[in-house]
Each structure stands twice: as C-alpha cells, then as structure tokens.
C-alpha cells in the first residue's frame, strides 16, 4: 500500500493535469500530513517513479515569470488501472505496522530498567502533547472537511486515545516489569 500514489494518482485523475508544486499545495491544504503517513516534501521524488512507471505522463512545462519551469503531468489509463486497485487493496486489507517502540521495550535490558519509568513518562506526555495538537488542528480545519474526511481525522483520534490508554496499562505494570528486568537477565 502506497498512501503517497493513493494520492497523487487519485489528486490527478480528479483535479486533472498538475504539476508538483500544485500537488504539493493541494495535499498542504487538505493537510494530508495529519492523516497519511507520508511527508508533502515526498511528492516530487514519487511523481518521478510514477511517470518512470509510465502511470503518469508528461503533457506540458510551464513557466510563471522567473519561476522555473514546471512539467505538468496527468494521470494515464495504467495510472488509472493502478489508482482503482490501489484503492480497493486499500480499503480491503488492513495494516498494522510493528512500532519499533515495542522491540525497545521487549529488549529493555536490566541497565535501563531504573530509566524505564521517565522514559515511558515522557513518550506519555508527548503522546498527550501530539494529541493535544490534533484536536487543536482538528478543530481548525474541522469546518472545511466533508464528511469521509472528518472520519479520517476522528480515526486518528481514535488512534491516539488507543494508544495513551495502551501506554497506561504498561505504567501501571511498570514495578513488575522493572522487577522482571532486573531479574531476568542475572537467571
């Protein structure tokens, strides 16, 4: 799955020819950094793979005054091909990513058992501080989403709650883990 093809591929096939910079305004101002897990700086280097891949062409260049000339592209009937099973292996399959935070705290090791307990206040605090800011940007932008897109951001939500809640059991468990640390390795 490639959140960053879903896009560019859906943006060009609905919007028509763009350049990348009018995709990179686009996914900067439906925010696609709160909900997707790629960077809007990303674009460029995935829509060269995509005309490579022969799923977007070349219509035109551009140029506005002193700016550099810009390649508009569009969307081919592969691209389309591509977008519309893109899409559904999208929907259809869900993906849950291994968080390298885990094997971390699996392998925490008896020399860090003593640091454990500031270290998982502080990822608490930024989890609450990254949740705090969603709901503010939330808030913001809640007023020029549809409907799909306002679930999207409550998934999120969702998400953070999950994973607060998650962390908190694992803080309320953090004297036997410590305990279990500092023993199991000298066994």
């Known amino acids: 799955m ?11 096939a609905e919007r028509g020819p763009m350049h990348g910079h009018q995709l990179r305004l686009l996914a900067e101002k439906e925010h696609v950094h709160m909900w997707t897990d790629f960077r809007v700086g990303a674009i460029y280097g995935a829509l060269k793979r995509l005309v490579a891949e022969d799923l977007v062409e070349p219509v035109r260049t551009e140029r506005e005054g ?46 860090m058992a003593d640091e454990l307990p500031d ?22 932008v809640h007023q020029y989403l549809n409907i799909t ?15 607060l809640d998650w962390l908190d059991s694992v803080l309320a468990a953090l004297p036997a883990i410590v305990l279990d640390e500092k023993t199991r390795e000298t066994d």
Do not use: C, N, W, Y
């Open 2 to 12: 490639s959140s960053i093809r879903v896009f560019l591929l859906g943006a060009l």
């Open 66 to 111: 002193a700016r550099p000339e810009r390649q508009i592209v569009r969307i081919t009937d592969a691209g389309r091909i591509a977008l519309d099973d893109l899409r559904l292996e999208t929907l259809r399959e869900f993906a849950l990513k291994p968080d390298p935070f885990d094997l971390a705290l699996a392998r925490v090791g008896r020399d």
């Open 119 to 140: 270290l998982l206040r502080a990822r608490r605090a930024a989890i609450v501080a990254a949740a705090a800011h969603h709901t503010a940007r939330l808030e913001h």
């Open 149 to 163: 897109e306002q679930h999207v951001m409550q998934h999120q939500t969702h998400r953070l709650r999950a994973e």
